[in-house]
C-alpha cells in the first residue's frame, strides 16, 4: 500500500513539474509575442521626413528667437552703459556742491568775520564756484532737484523731519538740508527735506493760554 501511495505521489509530482514548465513556456511565448507588438508599434512611430524637418525647423526657430533676444539684451545694456557710465562719478561729485555750501555757512557764522569785507568777496566767490558747477553739471543732464514750497514726492524726496506749520498744507516742503539731483530720468540723489505739519492740539492750548493770559 504504502509503495502504491508514494508511487501515485511521485506520479503526481511529475505532473506539477510539467505544468509549471508548460506554464513558463507559455509566458516565455507572451513575452516575446509582447516584444514584437512593441517593436511594430515602435517602428509605427517613426517620425517621418516631413516631421523630422518641421522638428529641425522648429528648433533652428527658436534658436534664432534666443539670438535676437541676447542681441537686444546686449544692446540695451551697450546703451545704458554710454547714457549712465558717468553715474558713479556724477554721484561723487555732487560732494563739490555739498562742500561749497558748507564752506558758505560756516563762514557766514563766524563771528569774528561777520559784516567784513573778506566774508562778503568769500561768499560771492564761492557762489560763482557753486554756479558754474551745477552749470557744468547741467550740461551733462544732471539736474537738481527743485523741492521748497512743493508737495513731498518719495520719487525724488525724503523727509527728514516735520515742522509745525500752520500755513501750510501739510507735507508741503519747506526746507531743504541737501540738495538732490536727477541724471536724464534716473534719481542720483534724493533731496533731504523738512516737511510742514499741523500744530499739535497740545501746542495750540499752549497758545491759547498765553493768548488769554497776555489779554488779561
Do not use: C, W
Request: aromatic share 4%; proline share 2%.
Amino acid at each position: 500500500m504504502e509503495k502504491e501511495e508514494n508511487q501515485n505521489s511521485n506520479i503526481e509530482d511529475s505532473h506539477e513539474a510539467e505544468k509549471k514548465t508548460g506554464n513558463l513556456e507559455e509566458n516565455s511565448e507572451s513575452e516575446k509575442e509582447q516584444d514584437k507588438d512593441q517593436e511594430v508599434k515602435e517602428e509605427a512611430k517613426e517620425i517621418t521626413p516631413e516631421e523630422k524637418i518641421a522638428e529641425l525647423e522648429d528648433k533652428v526657430a527658436r534658436t534664432f528667437a534666443e539670438m535676437e533676444n541676447q542681441r537686444r539684451r546686449f544692446e540695451k545694456e551697450k546703451e545704458e552703459a554710454f547714457e549712465y557710465g558717468g553715474y558713479s562719478f556724477a554721484k561723487e561729485a555732487l560732494n563739490l556742491i555739498d562742500n561749497l555750501e558748507r564752506s558758505k555757512q560756516i563762514l557766514e557764522t563766524d563771528d569774528k568775520l561777520k559784516g567784513t569785507e573778506a566774508l562778503k568777496k568769500s561768499l560771492e566767490h564761492l557762489d560763482i564756484i557753486k554756479k558754474d558747477s551745477i552749470s557744468i553739471f547741467e550740461k551733462n543732464s544732471i539736474k537738481p532737484i527743485e523741492s521748497l514750497n512743493k508737495k513731498l514726492d518719495p520719487n525724488f524726496h525724503q523727509a527728514m523731519i516735520e515742522i509745525e506749520d500752520d500755513s501750510k498744507e501739510p507735507g508741503t516742503i519747506i526746507q531743504e538740508i541737501q540738495k538732490g539731483f536727477t541724471i536724464k530720468d534716473r534719481l542720483l540723489r534724493p533731496s533731504l527735506v523738512g516737511v510742514s505739519k499741523k500744530t499739535s492740539k497740545k501746542e495750540e492750548k499752549t497758545k491759547e493760554n498765553k493768548e488769554n493770559t497776555e489779554d488779561k
